[in-house]
């Protein structure tokens, strides 16, 4: 909760800021924090580590090589644990955000339903969680966010489905094949044997994606932080950086957006308060 306070306090005594995530609560801090990096010439980086994780970077470059043919749907699962639904969303799903982004773009716009108990939540379901990332409400979300070129991404967090859906991670749809990237500590991936679905080939047999390097735990942060100083070094934005951390705000701020006025919302946002505040 004083992540923004924080940040704004490194940048103007003219340090650079390495932060975990998320970023800030709402749009509006995000906002200011990369303002004042841009004003100090300063760099801001954020623990989104998974984005520079070998697995990852391997199958987005071979997803941008065809391998699975043209993306076209993503299917996004959170962790789905005790904090599955609205706290969930924002502790562990701006990884997925960014992920979605880093795979397919900026988004184009959100559509999202978050209940409570079977119920669409209002801002009287508003809490404060342990990890005290501001407003969160809701025990079940469902979003579908659409991206240029045809690509649609659905995020699921319901803790009714954990034992079903496997693992959290994305699911990555082509019109040739599928993979899917398993998120963790170190993340790992794996592409489907048998792209089409028969009774002959189903279940799915899905083997380790080729050509990994190996990461050891302790890298999950080394490699961005030196990124970042590299970026310091170079005068550019560092890879987990502070625009791309700000649009996982962004795309969860949208979802309750979304929710709580029962239609679509299209990106950038307008609004850029907390949706829960008042």
Not at 4 to 29: D, F, M, N, W
Not at 112 to 127: N, P
Not at 216 to 244: F, K, M, Q, T, Y
Not at 261 to 267: D, E, K, T
Request: charged share 25%; with cysteine; proline share 4%.
């Amino acid at each position: 909760d004083q992540h923004a306070e924080i940040a704004l306090g490194c940048l103007k005594s003219g340090a650079h800021c390495y932060i975990e995530k998320p970023l800030v609560r709402t749009c509006q801090e995000a906002d200011a924090v990369r303002a004042e990096a841009e004003r100090r010439q300063r760099r801001v980086a954020v623990a989104h580590t998974m984005r520079m994780s070998p697995a990852v970077r391997r199958l987005r470059d071979l997803v941008a090589a065809g391998r699975i043919g043209d993306l076209r749907e993503m299917q996004v699962w959170g962790k789905q644990d005790a904090r599955a639904g609205g706290e969930d969303l924002m502790v562990l799903g701006t990884h997925l955000m960014d992920l979605m982004r880093l795979f397919a773009g900026d988004p184009l716009w959100i559509s999202a339903r978050i209940t409570s108990g079977g119920r669409d939540i209002t801002v009287t379901d508003r809490r404060h969680v342990r990890d005290e990332v501001g407003w969160v409400a809701g025990d079940t979300v469902r979003a579908q966010i659409a991206f240029g070129n045809g690509v649609q991404g659905n995020f699921t967090s319901d803790g009714a489905l954990r034992e079903t859906t496997g693992h959290w991670g994305i699911e990555f749809r082509g019109s040739r094949g599928v993979a899917r990237l398993r998120c963790d500590l170190v993340p790992s991936a794996f592409l489907r044997a048998s792209p089409s679905w028969t009774l002959a080939n189903h279940p799915e047999e899905w083997v380790p994606l080729d050509g990994v390097a190996a990461m050891a735990p302790e890298d999950h942060n080394r490699v961005p932080v030196s990124d970042w100083l590299d970026a310091i070094a170079a005068g550019r934005e560092p890879e987990c950086g502070a625009r791309n951390a700000a649009w996982a705000i962004e795309m969860v701020s949208a979802a309750y957006q979304s929710a709580l006025g029962a239609g679509r919302v299209a990106f950038p946002l307008t609004d850029r308060r907390g949706p829960l505040d008042d």
